[in-house]
């Protein structure tokens, strides 16, 4: 008998969560987080209604799902590059944000879903909001939240932030999502 490594429920499973994140990743991009219904997010990926519930009981979660995908993607592009210390290693950093940014430039489905989600979720309500505005230490070096006016001595100048790339810039993600 031959080996069943990699095949499976969780195999298979794995495979249709990857399929529904990217059509999610296409629909969100088009139309934004409430211009698409779970329907069409089924359709898309090619599963049954009841067969995205299984896997997603709700939008919310296909979201977080979607934004988790793109962090993961960018973490690491970052961790090739050896880029994870920019104040430390400065070069490496340098090439970790231009890994991403040309993984923007071959994925422009990403960016443009980041810029969808990102204006929607100025909106308390919106379910992705905690998500762009909450202060994360583990991404963000003392300075702060980039979203967050900066309060430590010799900050940059008013309304600019340091975010955990080590670059200045004005109301942009830390180097997590990395859009």
């Given at each position: 008998?031959?080996?069943?490594?990699?095949?499976?429920?969780?195999a298979k499973s794995a495979t249709v969560r990857r399929r529904v994140v990217e059509a999610c990743v296409e629909a969100f991009a088009r139309t934004g987080f409430y211009g698409v219904t779970m329907k069409?997010?089924?359709?898309?990926a090619g599963i049954s209604y009841?067969?995205?519930?299984?896997?997603?009981?709700?939008?919310?979660?296909?979201?977080?799902?979607?934004?988790?995908?793109r962090t993961?993607?960018?973490?690491?592009?970052?961790?090739a590059a050896g880029g994870r210390d920019p104040a430390g290693r400065p070069l490496e950093g340098l090439r970790g944000m231009l890994a991403v940014t040309a993984d923007n430039a071959l994925n422009p489905g990403l960016l443009e879903l980041h810029c969808v989600i990102s204006g929607e979720a100025t909106s308390?309500?919106?379910?992705?909001?905690?998500?762009?505005?909450?202060?994360?230490?583990?991404?963000?070096?003392?300075?702060?939240?980039?979203?967050?006016p900066?309060?430590?001595?010799?900050?940059?100048?008013?309304g600019r932030h340091t975010c955990s790339?080590?670059?200045?810039a004005t109301g942009s993600r830390s180097?997590?999502?990395?859009?």
């Open positions: 008998m031959g080996s069943r490594a990699g095949r499976g429920p969780y069409d997010v089924a359709r898309r009841t067969g995205l519930l299984h896997h997603f009981p709700g939008k919310e979660d296909l979201l977080l799902a979607v934004l988790e995908f993961e993607q960018s973490a690491r592009l970052l961790e308390p309500d919106h379910p992705a909001h905690a998500y762009y505005t909450q202060e994360r230490p583990e991404e963000v070096q003392c300075m702060g939240n980039p979203t967050v900066q309060r430590a001595t010799g900050a940059p100048r008013a790339t080590g670059s200045s180097a997590r999502t990395s859009w």
